[in-house]
C-alpha cells in the first residue's frame, strides 16, 4: 500500500508532466496566463486524491500559490544567483530539478503538517 505521500507526489507528476501542455509549459516562465492556467490545472488534480485521503482541501490552495511561486522560476534564479552565487549562464536542467525539489518539499510538508 503507497503511503499519502508517495500518493501525492505520484499526482504531482501526473499533473505537473503529463497534463501539462507544452505550450504551457514553454511559456509559463514568460508569461502570467500559461502559469496561472497550469496552475490551476495542477491544483485540481489533488482535490479528489485530498478526498479520497481524508485530507483537507486547503491544501489545494498552499499548492496553487507555491506552484506559482515556484514554477515562474524567479525564486530559483534568484537563489542560483544571490545564494548559491551562480551566473545566469548555467545548465538549463539546473532550475527544472530545483523546481521539482521544491514541489517534493511542499507536498512533503503537506504530508507532515495535515
Known sequence: MLTNFEILLLTHFVSDWFLQPGKWAEMKTKKFLPLFYHSVQYSILFIPVFCLLGMSLWWT???FFTHIL?????F??????????VSDKMPPWVPTVMDQILHVLVIAAIVMLD
Not at 70 to 74: E, S
Not at 76 to 84: A, G, S
Open 76 to 85: 530559483v534564479n534568484w537563489f542560483n544567483t544571490r545564494i548559491r552565487g
Open 61 to 63: 490552495a498552499a499548492l
Open 70 to 74: 515556484i514554477d515562474n522560476y524567479r
